[in-house]
């Protein structure tokens, strides 16, 4: 005899949530595992340095399915572990030294019902004894200035020109130790600046990182035109009368001379001879004698270039006409 399927719907829904609940408390019951991220951040005795302060380690887990799966995430968690001074004791006069430091399940503070096979774990930190000095700035630059110029390091700096630095004692012993700036870029430069520009302070001494009292510094960046020489031989000797009138004949030995000529190198390059005058000047109390004048020739160029005459004196002859 057929059973209506409408028949007894309360014994059977009761079978159902009895079903569902045995079958929800197996699901969270059931031993999973599982691996996850722990970023450990040690803090150190007073005086002393953890280098580096955090580091990132990956452990395993088991428990109750409902309680793992919510570790399954790629978030890492973070832990704050403090070294004692029980630890760094046996290590007194020692400036840097390692110490083993474990994480343990209380570290980690699971639920209830949470297990860690990989612990304890021991991670082996190094500690340094810290000390404070103030140490000289020097400025870095990268790239060239516009072509034609040129940086003048022993005039360019940065202001104020020193820092107090913070950090492992050993390594601000070293004698002749400083701390530099970010790079501060050249590229196309055509003109100086004057402390106006700030530039950061690299906080770092041998990629070792340290505490400043001063995270940016104004920089003075001097750049010039580039200068050169140039040197133009047999350029005639000019005579300069003071009196027009002047009656007697004039020569002058040598006649040409050769004239070395320093300026920026666009001036230098434009530069042709006729604009150069090398002269003697002859005073108008000069008379016809047996010996000659010595006369220290003059040079004249144009501005900005400089010029000297490879001769320091001429001869000045003064005879009848």
Partial sequence: MKVPFASHLGTKAMALVLAAFLWGFA???NLQKTHTRY???FSAPEGLRVDPPDREIRV???GPRRIVEKLR???VRNLEKKITEDEVNTH???DSFSVAVSVTQEDLNGEQGLTFPDLPMPITVTLSRVATRELPIKLVVRGNPAPGYEYVPEYSGVRPTRVSVTGPRSLLAVKD???YTREFDLSGL???TFFQPRVAVDPRIEDTPVQVDLPYVAVSVIVRPVHKERTFQNLPVKILLDDQQYPYKVDTKPSTVTVTVRGPAADIARLAAEDILVFVRVKSTFLPIATAYLEKPGVVVP???EATVNKDNIEVEVSER
């Fill in 27 to 29: 699901y969270t019951q």
């Fill in 39 to 41: 970023r450990v951040r």
């Fill in 60 to 62: 395993k887990v088991s």
């Fill in 73 to 75: 995430s790629d978030t």
């Fill in 92 to 94: 007194e006069g020692e």
């Fill in 177 to 179: 130790v400083c701390i």
């Fill in 190 to 192: 055509m003109s100086s």
């Fill in 303 to 305: 501005p900005p270039l």
